[in-house]
Protein backbone atom coordinates (compact mmCIF):
# COMPACT_ATOMS: atom_id res chain seq x y z
CA UNK A 1 0.00 0.00 0.00
CA UNK A 2 1.57 3.41 -1.25
CA UNK A 3 0.23 6.61 0.80
CA UNK A 4 1.25 9.90 0.11
CA UNK A 5 0.89 12.83 2.01
CA UNK A 6 1.28 16.07 1.55
CA UNK A 7 1.97 19.13 3.95
CA UNK A 8 3.23 22.38 3.92
CA UNK A 9 -0.02 24.63 2.23
CA UNK A 10 -1.30 27.66 3.36
CA UNK A 11 -2.22 30.96 2.56
CA UNK A 12 0.61 33.34 1.57
CA UNK A 13 1.09 36.86 -0.10
CA UNK A 14 1.93 37.44 -3.79
CA UNK A 15 5.74 37.24 -3.93
CA UNK A 16 5.96 35.42 -0.61
CA UNK A 17 7.19 31.65 -0.53
CA UNK A 18 5.97 28.42 0.83
CA UNK A 19 7.57 24.98 1.01
CA UNK A 20 5.43 21.99 0.43
CA UNK A 21 5.82 18.79 1.39
CA UNK A 22 5.19 15.12 0.70
CA UNK A 23 5.85 11.84 2.54
CA UNK A 24 5.57 8.50 1.29
CA UNK A 25 4.81 5.43 2.87
CA UNK A 26 6.40 2.75 0.99
CA UNK A 27 9.08 0.43 1.18
CA UNK A 28 11.44 1.87 -1.31
CA UNK A 29 11.16 5.58 -2.54
CA UNK A 30 14.63 6.22 -4.07
CA UNK A 31 13.86 3.89 -7.22
CA UNK A 32 11.02 6.22 -8.58
CA UNK A 33 10.55 9.06 -10.25
CA UNK A 34 8.10 11.44 -8.68
CA UNK A 35 5.92 14.47 -9.28
CA UNK A 36 4.13 17.81 -8.19
CA UNK A 37 0.63 18.32 -9.89
CA UNK A 38 -1.78 21.13 -9.15
CA UNK A 39 -5.24 22.01 -10.11
CA UNK A 40 -7.01 25.33 -9.66
CA UNK A 41 -10.95 25.68 -9.28
CA UNK A 42 -12.90 24.84 -12.79
CA UNK A 43 -9.68 23.90 -14.66
CA UNK A 44 -7.61 20.38 -15.71
CA UNK A 45 -4.91 19.40 -13.38
CA UNK A 46 -1.29 19.92 -14.72
CA UNK A 47 1.88 19.09 -14.25
CA UNK A 48 3.99 21.45 -11.98
CA UNK A 49 7.41 19.63 -11.71
CA UNK A 50 9.24 16.52 -12.00
CA UNK A 51 12.13 14.70 -10.62
CA UNK A 52 13.79 11.57 -11.54
CA UNK A 53 14.51 8.51 -8.97
CA UNK A 54 18.45 9.35 -9.04
CA UNK A 55 17.64 13.07 -8.52
CA UNK A 56 19.77 13.91 -11.09
CA UNK A 57 16.82 15.45 -13.80
CA UNK A 58 14.12 17.62 -13.16
CA UNK A 59 11.77 19.42 -15.82
CA UNK A 60 9.29 22.11 -15.09
CA UNK A 61 6.14 23.92 -16.18
CA UNK A 62 6.99 26.92 -18.29
CA UNK A 63 4.70 28.89 -15.84
CA UNK A 64 7.05 27.96 -12.46
CA UNK A 65 10.50 27.68 -14.12
CA UNK A 66 12.89 30.17 -12.44
CA UNK A 67 10.19 30.34 -9.29
CA UNK A 68 9.89 26.68 -8.66
CA UNK A 69 12.45 24.12 -7.16
CA UNK A 70 11.64 20.20 -6.64
CA UNK A 71 13.65 18.11 -4.79
CA UNK A 72 13.80 15.08 -2.81
CA UNK A 73 15.36 13.19 0.27
CA UNK A 74 15.71 9.50 -0.54
CA UNK A 75 16.50 9.20 3.07
CA UNK A 76 13.49 10.60 4.39
CA UNK A 77 11.43 9.27 1.93
CA UNK A 78 10.00 13.02 1.03
CA UNK A 79 9.38 15.10 -1.87
CA UNK A 80 9.50 18.55 -1.91
CA UNK A 81 8.15 21.68 -3.95
CA UNK A 82 9.92 25.10 -3.10
CA UNK A 83 7.77 28.07 -4.32
CA UNK A 84 9.41 32.02 -4.54
CA UNK A 85 7.65 34.87 -5.98
CA UNK A 86 4.50 33.35 -5.72
CA UNK A 87 1.11 34.93 -8.07
CA UNK A 88 -2.31 35.05 -7.61
CA UNK A 89 -2.62 32.10 -10.33
CA UNK A 90 -0.43 30.04 -8.65
CA UNK A 91 -3.25 29.36 -6.28
CA UNK A 92 -4.18 25.77 -6.24
CA UNK A 93 -4.64 22.45 -4.42
CA UNK A 94 -0.90 20.63 -4.81
CA UNK A 95 -0.95 17.36 -5.42
CA UNK A 96 2.08 14.57 -4.75
CA UNK A 97 2.03 11.82 -8.18
CA UNK A 98 4.18 8.59 -8.32
CA UNK A 99 3.70 7.76 -11.87
CA UNK A 100 4.80 4.23 -11.08
CA UNK A 101 1.39 2.55 -10.08
CA UNK A 102 -0.66 6.17 -10.81
CA UNK A 103 -0.62 6.47 -6.95
CA UNK A 104 -1.92 10.65 -5.80
CA UNK A 105 -1.83 12.34 -2.42
CA UNK A 106 -5.02 14.35 -1.20
CA UNK A 107 -3.76 17.23 -2.21
CA UNK A 108 -2.82 21.01 0.02
CA UNK A 109 -4.37 23.73 -0.97
CA UNK A 110 -2.37 26.72 -1.74
CA UNK A 111 -4.12 30.03 -2.00
CA UNK A 112 -1.41 33.08 -2.83
CA UNK A 113 -3.75 36.87 -2.01
CA UNK A 114 -3.12 39.89 -0.62
Known amino acids: QVQLVESGGGLVQPGGSLRLSCAAS????????MDWYRQAPGKQRELVAS????????NYADSVKGRFTISRSNAKKTLYLQMNSLKPEDTAVYYC???????WGQGTQVTVSS
Open 26 to 33: VTIFSIYA
Open 51 to 58: ISSGDTST
Open 97 to 103: HRPHGDY
